[in-house]
């Protein structure tokens, strides 16, 4: 079974910035796509970032240039570095891992953004 554990939430200005990790539980991470989802209040789940075991990286246009994705897989660790943070990236995010039969989520940590 795989767990995924958030952690580097909180409160944040606007125009601050605040790192995401997510640590798996499991052999196989280097395998795992990863990806960072956020759900804002009254809002879908959507994509943020994603790291593929390659390294490859995709970012949805909302933060693109602000957020960087990244993964240590000595660690076992993918983590979402926020720059530039507007009031509008505050939402729950959860940390995703995918590879064919896994599909694992994380708690959620809450990211808000507000003066």
């Known amino acids: 079974q795989v767990q995924l554990v958030e952690s580097g939430g909180g409160l944040v200005q606007p125009g601050g910035s605040m790192r995401l990790s997510c640590a798996a539980s499991?052999?196989?991470?280097?395998?795992?796509?990863m990806g960072w989802y956020r759900q804002g209040p009254g809002k879908q789940r959507e994509l943020v970032a994603a790291?593929?075991?390659?390294?490859?990286?995709n970012y949805a246009d909302a933060v693109k240039g602000r957020f960087t994705i990244s993964r240590d897989n000595a660690k076992n660790t993918v983590y979402l570095e926020m720059n530039s943070l507007k009031p509008e990236d505050t939402a729950v995010y959860y940390c995703?891992?995918?590879?064919?039969?896994?599909?694992?989520w994380g708690q959620g940590t809450q990211v808000t953004v507000s003066s």
């Open positions: 995703n891992g995918r590879f064919v039969a896994i599909n694992a």
């Open positions: 790291i593929t075991s390659g390294g490859n990286t």
């Open positions: 499991v052999s196989v991470f280097r395998a795992l796509t």
